[in-house]
């Protein structure tokens, strides 16, 4: 193809220019060629630590307790589980069968939450622990809510828990419930005895266990039992002329002289007694017979 020259010559016709630089495209390239320099990866950590904090997976360790070591399991909710530390495979196995999450071994309790568990171990009944208690029905999170009422050093039978929470006929099913406790020493279900004052079993390694930390609580099991096979179910004092149970603390401050032992409510209201309205001996008292 030729071209008319203004003189009228002819000559080839110039080939069509190239694209020139584009200065956007340019600084957009650099920008990313920047930034590439400061990524990093992701922690390995990133991943497991989410899913513990929202509640998908789970930490445990270590502390000690009255019956040696356990292993304490938790996540963002809270406690989730407490167990001895003999044999931690069968703990994880157990974990894993029963809430059925990821499980994974900390060097150490986080140390807000191990100081919150030793006082709650010394009887500090106020510090907050946040519990997991997922799974759990509306009925066994209630039973083991009252069973954290029970002050250190004292006991109540299973029908004070029923009848405390409005289901005075459900005594052996607050027994079931307390047997299922996930997180025992947290929430003391070993202050729970039998309606009979005996010692009764304990998830956490039988009723030796359960005499075991009921000792180490200030707490003589031989003398409670003593008492129960005698048939003494409830202490009263002829000065105040009022009835408890015989591990409330009230009842221990009575001297000798002045204890009055009843086997029932009945015969101590008979006897002009009134309850004590700290350990509410009433509840799950009628049931026993004079």
């Not at 001895?84 to 900390?106: I, K, N």
């Not at 006897?271 to 026993?288: D, I």
Request: glycine content about 10%; some cysteine; overall charge positive.
């Amino acid at each position: 193809m030729t071209a008319r020259h203004p003189s009228g010559s002819t000559r080839a016709a110039a080939a069509a220019p190239g694209p020139g630089p584009d200065p956007d495209r340019d600084r957009d390239r650099d920008l990313e060629t920047a930034l590439s320099g400061l990524a990093t990866r992701a922690p390995a950590t990133l991943a497991p630590a989410t899913l513990v904090a929202v509640g998908l997976a789970d930490r445990y360790a270590e502390l000690p307790s009255p019956l040696g070591p356990i292993v304490v399991a938790w996540n963002g909710r809270g406690i989730s589980a407490v167990d001895r530390a003999a044999d931690l495979d069968e703990f994880e196995a157990r974990f894993a069968a029963h809430a059925g999450r990821p499980l994974q071994r900390a060097e150490a309790v986080p140390a807000d939450l191990a100081r919150a568990v030793a006082a709650r171990l010394a009887g500090d009944r106020r510090v907050r622990i946040p519990l997991d208690l997922r799974g759990r029905t509306e009925f066994e999170t209630a039973v083991l809510m009252k069973a954290l009422e029970i002050p250190r050093g004292e006991v109540r039978p299973y029908g004070w828990i029923a009848a405390e929470i409005g289901r005075p006929k459900a005594v052996r099913a607050v027994g079931t419930a307390l047997a299922h406790n996930p997180v025992p020493l947290v929430v003391p279900c070993h202050r729970v005895v039998r309606s009979d004052g005996h010692i009764g079993q304990y998830s956490l390694g039988g009723p030796a266990a359960k005499r075991t930390i009921l000792a180490a609580e200030g707490l003589d099991p031989d003398l409670l039992e003593a008492g129960a096979r005698a048939g003494v179910r409830f202490i009263g004092s002829d000065t105040t002329h009022v009835v408890c149970l015989p591990t409330c603390h009230n009842a221990k401050r009575i001297t000798a002289r002045h204890r009055v032992p009843f086997r029932s409510l009945s015969a101590a209201g008979a006897a002009g007694y009134r309850a004590c309205l700290e350990c509410r001996p009433a509840s799950g008292g009628t049931a026993v017979a004079a």
